[in-house]
């Protein structure tokens, strides 16, 4: 989604969830790309959803108005046969005692961004590109709370850590960050976006998921490959070619629900998806 804003011309300051809002059209038109491409889930437009996030836009008294919309027009753009997965990213701080954030000021603010989700039309909630699973857990306590019913998928980021080996950037284990989201009651583990990975370290990384959440199903949603920086921008260029093959490469190891983050466009998506159902 954030690849694909500012693709439309959306600023690098500019608060890419007012889109929601002033140009629905354009988020609109961005979700169909991605379903006409065969994807069956679509995510909304509400990674920096919450208070603490808005605020940095001076948006945080829009917090339901422009979760709700996300999930509006996300509906929308899905149609009745797609599922919208309400997007819950990090709050952008650390929880105490690093930082100065309780965790029922969190769980608040979660709960206020996941009830807009929910009443905009979104069917699960994933809390994802997590590194701290205390935070993990906060996001999946807040959206059991709002409804018993609704699945919850939490995501991790990860980096190697030594070969073979991945950590969050808080040193949390893929076995630990798996563990304790299964035991807060998430739905669905895995992984998005990541750290410097190859495509090849999203598969292996795939495999690890799916030994440590036995019967959880694994989803994983990695980069266009490991980015270069070119004019302050990261460029990612795996093909869609070289995506729709790690794609059934992650099948392979057992992932259940494969998707893209960074650099993932529609027309990487379409060649993922053509293979996975070929498969
Ligand atoms: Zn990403």
Redesign the pocket.
């Given at each position: 989604m954030?690849t694909q804003l500012l693709a439309r011309g959306l600023k690098t300051n500019e608060c890419g969830m007012a889109w929601n809002v002033t140009r629905p059209g354009d988020v609109g038109a961005i979700h169909q790309a991605y379903r006409n491409g065969g994807c069956d889930l679509i995510t909304t437009n509400s990674f920096g959803g919450t208070r603490f996030v808005l605020a940095g836009h001076q948006l945080a008294a829009r917090v339901a108005e422009l979760n709700r919309a996300a999930a509006a027009v996300a509906r929308a753009g899905t149609g009745e046969n797609g599922w919208v997965l309400g997007d819950v990213g990090p709050f952008g701080d650390f929880l105490e005692p690093l930082g100065d954030t309780t965790a029922d000021d969190l769980r608040a603010a979660f709960r206020d961004q996941i009830a807009a989700l929910i009443a905009g039309g979104a069917d699960a909630i994933l809390v994802e590109?997590m590194v701290d699973p205390a935070e993990a857990i906060v996001g999946v306590e807040a959206a059991k709370s709002c409804s018993a019913d609704v699945p919850v998928i939490v995501t991790y980021?990860f980096q190697k850590s030594a070969p073979g080996e991945f950590r969050t950037i808080m040193g949390t284990t893929v076995a630990e960050a798996v563990q304790r989201a299964i035991a807060a009651g998430a739905d669905i583990v895995g992984t998005?976006?990541?750290t410097s990975l190859t495509l090849d370290d999203y598969v292996e990384l795939g495999r690890q998921l799916v030994a440590a959440a036995g019967k959880t199903p694994v989803i994983v949603?990695p980069?266009a490959g490991s980015p270069r920086l070119e004019n302050d921008c990261a460029i990612y260029d795996a093909t869609p070619e070289q995506m729709a093959e790690t794609a059934l490469k992650l099948l392979g190891v057992g992932v259940r629900i494969i998707g893209g983050?960074?650099?993932t466009t529609p027309a990487h998506l379409a060649a993922m998806s053509r293979a996975i159902k070929a498969a």
């Open positions: 954030g590109t980021a998005n976006c990541g949603q980069n983050c960074c650099g």
